[in-house]
Nanobody
Framework: QVQLVESGGGLVQAGDSLRLSCAAS????????IGWFRQAPGKEREFVCA???????LNGYSVKGRFTISRDNAKNTVLLQMNSLKPDDTAIYYC???????????????WGQGTQVTVSS
């Protein structure tokens, strides 16, 4: 069973950048879609972006143009580069393995434990 571990979160100011990492162990993710989701306090978990095994990218509407997803199959890792961060980006960020490239959480499992991103104004 593949296990995912997110890292790279932290406290930053509005306008700053962060790069999150999703590292897989227990199996390869090179032939899987990987999605990033986030959950802010008191809100539903929402789709951020995803990348297919061919490199096709699916972006969430709230982050398009600011966040970039990429994958490093040699390191069994998917990265999320977040630029021009806003206070509304404050959330716990999760990565997950997708059975298909989609915005729907239904098709994603397993999930990592999440990493906290806090953006101050």
């Amino acid at each position: 069973q593949v296990q995912l571990v997110e890292s790279g979160g932290g406290l930053v100011q509005a306008g700053d950048s962060l790069r999150l990492s999703c590292a897989a162990s227990g199996g390869t993710i090179s032939s899987s879609a990987i999605g990033w989701f986030r959950q802010a306090p008191g809100k539903e978990r929402e789709f951020v972006c995803a990348i297919g095994w061919t490199g096709t990218i699916l972006n969430g509407y709230s982050v398009k143009g600011r966040f970039t997803i990429s994958r490093d199959n040699a390191k069994n890792t998917v990265l999320l580069q977040m630029n021009s961060l806003k206070p509304d980006d404050t959330a716990i960020y999760y990565c997950a393995v997708g059975s298909m490239l989609t915005r729907s959480q239904t098709y994603y499992a397993p999930w990592g434990q999440g990493t906290q991103v806090t953006v101050s104004s």
